[in-house]
């Protein structure tokens, strides 16, 4: 099936650094979704991309759609401590099934 | 507008008992999902429902897993009899329809001893 290769799996940074992650997949997807879970609770949708080659931004987040449709990357900018989670991107192909397939998350840590 | 609901928030169970989730969906949401998530990793879709027919049960380890969605709103998802690897936590999504970004429940922490 299709997997989803996230990196980096985990990020250690200090307060106010950028950081970048990213999704990869081996197929295309029609969408890419970004999700922050925190400890005990559901995963939140931060951003959502329907075309390639679009980058559109939530705030300090930024997320573009790969040209390809096999990629996508999350920014976020002046990093805070309440940034701190675990970021997950996930594909969705509108087939019939219309399956999403979840990366296994980036575990960002900000000291203040 | 509430979220997705779920009950329980927390369940412990021995081996080889049943144990069932109960999922409330955004009203007016067309497609609900059910997840597992293992610690450590993202979350695994084990069945996807559009209104109350099923559109994706092939990762749903069907000998054992069993969901229902009536009437096209709320879902429950049993597991009979319950391994210990089925320990994880039981997430409910939805969305407006496929395809759509997904909203989710806070999840059921299932722990199999």
């Known amino acids: 099936g299709q997997q989803l290769n996230q990196s980096p799996q985990s990020m250690f940074i200090q307060e106010g650094e950028d950081v970048s992650m990213n999704c990869t997949s081996s197929?295309?997807?029609?969408?890419w979704l970004w999700y922050k879970q925190e400890p005990g609770e559901g995963p939140v949708l931060l951003i959502a991309?329907?075309?390639?080659?679009e980058l559109t931004s939530n705030g300090r987040l930024t997320a573009q759609f790969g040209i390809t449709r096999k990629d996508s990357f999350l920014n976020i900018s002046a990093s805070i401590p309440s940034d701190v989670g675990i970021y997950f991107c996930?594909?969705?192909?509108?087939?019939?099934?219309?399956?999403?397939?979840f990366g296994d998350g980036t575990t960002l840590t900000v000291k203040p | 507008e509430a979220g997705v609901a779920q009950s329980p928030r927390y369940k412990i169970i021995e081996k080889r008992q049943s144990v069932a989730f109960w999922c409330n969906p955004i009203?007016?949401?067309?497609?609900l999902y059910w997840y597992q998530q293992i610690l450590g990793q993202g979350p695994k879709l084990l069945i996807q429902?559009?209104?109350?027919?099923?559109?994706?049960d092939s990762q749903l380890p069907k000998d054992r897993f069993s969901a229902e969605r009536l009437k096209g709103v709320d879902s429950t998802l049993k597991i009979q009899p319950a391994k210990l690897e089925d320990s994880a936590v039981y997430l409910c999504?939805?969305?407006?329809?496929?395809?759509?970004?997904?909203?989710f429940g806070p999840g059921t922490r299932l722990t199999v001893t």
């Open positions: 996930a594909g969705h192909l509108n087939t019939n099934a219309g399956k999403s397939t």
């Open positions: 197929s295309i997807f029609n969408t």
């Open positions: 429902f559009q209104n109350n027919g099923v559109v994706d």
């Open positions: 999504a939805s969305s407006l329809y496929q395809g759509r970004e997904q909203y």
């Open positions: 991309l329907y075309k390639a080659g």
């Open positions: 009203s007016g949401h067309a497609t």
